[in-house]
């Protein structure tokens, strides 16, 4: 079945320690995304790639690195610049057709609670 | 700037009733469109309906509907013959085609946290 992974379902992080989230999609896509959501808030983008070896910073992308060596792959790590880590970090793709139509997917989500 | 605004923090539907969801929108775009995401407390997000600024017909997907109104900016979702499963957090997004100068990202409301009542 195609679709998106994420791991691990949750991280724990200590101080000043880096941490990576792992996202892979089987669906062929292009494009592949990271958001940040808070609670009792929508989503905030960190990071998206629409092509492979190339990214760019969305709107929260400070504390935040990422890479996309592969099509199937968009691991983000959250390094210890992030001085408020604690939220739920959802991946997504799309087939990067640059259209106002296109349709982003997610995965489960990684939930990551600072020690 | 871009804005998608859902102004009501929770809701309450009896079971088999039908309910509206609402969304309104800023965006000086021409060409944009129109989504809604659910969230269950699973916490992945599941895309249900999509409608784009330029369709003349409001979106149907089984029993989603979106109600497209566009000198009004809005975009809300209905939802008819509730189900206890539609409990969830629904969240309204657009994606125009000028965003921060980058095209393709969507927006996210703060989301309407829907409970069906048996």
């Known amino acids: 079945d195609g679709g998106i992974t994420q791991s691990p379902k949750y991280l724990f992080r200590k101080e000043g320690q880096n941490v990576t989230l792992s996202c892979e999609q089987n669906l062929n896509h292009d494009a592949m995304y990271w958001y940040r959501q808070d609670p009792g808030q929508g989503l905030r983008l960190i990071y998206y790639?629409?092509?492979?070896?190339?990214?760019q910073k969305g709107d929260i992308a400070e504390g935040y690195s990422v890479s996309r060596e592969k099509k199937e792959s968009f691991p983000l790590t959250v390094t210890s610049a992030q001085k408020n880590p604690t939220a739920f970090y959802l991946c997504a793709s799309s087939i990067g057709s640059r259209t106002t139509q296109e349709t982003q997917y997610f995965g489960p989500g990684t939930r990551l609670l600072v020690l | 700037a871009q804005k998608i605004t859902q102004t009501q923090p929770g809701m309450f539907v009896q079971e088999k009733e039908a309910v509206t969801l609402d969304c309104t929108y800023d965006?000086?775009?021409?060409?944009?469109?129109l989504f809604w995401y659910k969230q269950p407390s699973s916490g992945e997000m599941i895309f249900l309906i999509y409608q784009g600024s330029y369709d003349e017909q409001n979106a149907t997907e089984g029993r989603y509907s979106l109600n497209f109104q566009k000198a009004r900016k809005s975009a809300n979702l209905v939802i008819s013959a509730s189900q206890l499963g539609d409990s969830a957090m629904y969240f309204c997004?657009?994606?125009?085609?000028?965003?921060?100068?980058?095209?393709?990202?969507?927006?996210f409301g703060k989301g309407t946290k829907l409970s069906v009542k048996p």
């Open positions: 997004a657009m994606r125009g085609t000028n965003y921060g100068g980058s095209q393709g990202n969507l927006i």
């Open positions: 790639s629409q092509i492979v070896n190339d990214f």
């Open positions: 965006t000086s775009d021409q060409s944009y469109g």
